[in-house]
């Protein structure tokens, strides 16, 4: 069946670094891949899509890979903030992952 | 635009019971989606409806059942609830064309307890 896995442990990182998420999936042929937020108690928020024939895709701080050979995505936040400290969710079609949490420290 | 709106926000429920969650689409969008989601499995997905007609299930027992209105309204049931269906469900709505892959717009939720 079709499977999404992303980092279950919480990402801790530095005001200002890098943040770096992995999504792998299996048994999937994805068009495209989607990237949410979800905070506490709240719906997921809608970040970013990439489809197959993109490599990359950009927008503001946020930058998504997409490797349809690896089957794999990274999800990229620059000088990170405080305020991105969240739970980020890939998603194929109707299928999320577990999402990882990320923490990022002043 | 509004957003997606579901009602009611919480809800306390016995086993045994049932309830009925409702989820209002943005405006214009004709596809809802439903998801039930708990710390230990996450966003799992129940089931999706487009112009009124269910067009993809999750693998969900048939206790949990929904329909969409002809103003793309939706609504799901839980019959004979059990301590396990205590969860944030989720809806989400998405497409104006109804096309596969379309960002989709998530409510707030509806935290339901069973007790």
């Known amino acids: 069946s079709q499977k999404i896995e992303q980092n279950s442990e919480a990402l801790n990182i530095q005001e200002g670094k890098t943040a770096t998420l992995t999504c792998n999936y299996t048994n999937y042929s994805p068009a495209y891949l989607q990237w949410y937020r979800q905070d506490p108690g709240r719906g997921p928020v809608f970040l970013l899509l990439?489809?197959?024939?993109?490599k990359e895709k950009r927008k503001e701080r946020l930058k998504v890979t997409f490797d349809t050979t690896l089957k794999q995505s990274l999800f990229h936040i620059t000088a990170s903030q405080p305020a991105d400290s969240a739970t980020y969710l890939c998603a194929l079609d109707w299928v999320f992952g577990a999402g990882t949490r990320l923490a990022v420290h002043p | 635009k509004a957003g997606v709106t579901q009602t009611p926000r919480y809800l306390i429920k016995t086993r045994g019971q049932q309830v009925t969650l409702s989820c209002s689409p943005i405006s214009g969008h004709r596809s809802v989606s439903w998801y039930q989601q708990t710390p230990g499995q996450g966003l799992q997905f129940l089931f999706e409806y487009f112009s009124e007609t269910q067009r993809n299930k999750g693998n969900f027992p048939g206790r949990f059942s929904g329909r969409q209105f002809s103003n793309s309204r939706s609504e799901m049931n839980v019959s004979t609830l059990e301590l396990g269906d205590s969860a944030l469900y989720l809806c989400?709505?998405?497409?104006?064309?109804?096309?596969?892959?379309?960002?989709?717009?998530f409510g707030p939720g509806t935290r339901l307890l069973v007790l």
């Open positions: 989400a709505s998405s497409g104006s064309s109804g096309g596969y892959g379309e960002t989709q717009y």
């Open positions: 990439i489809r197959e024939n993109e």
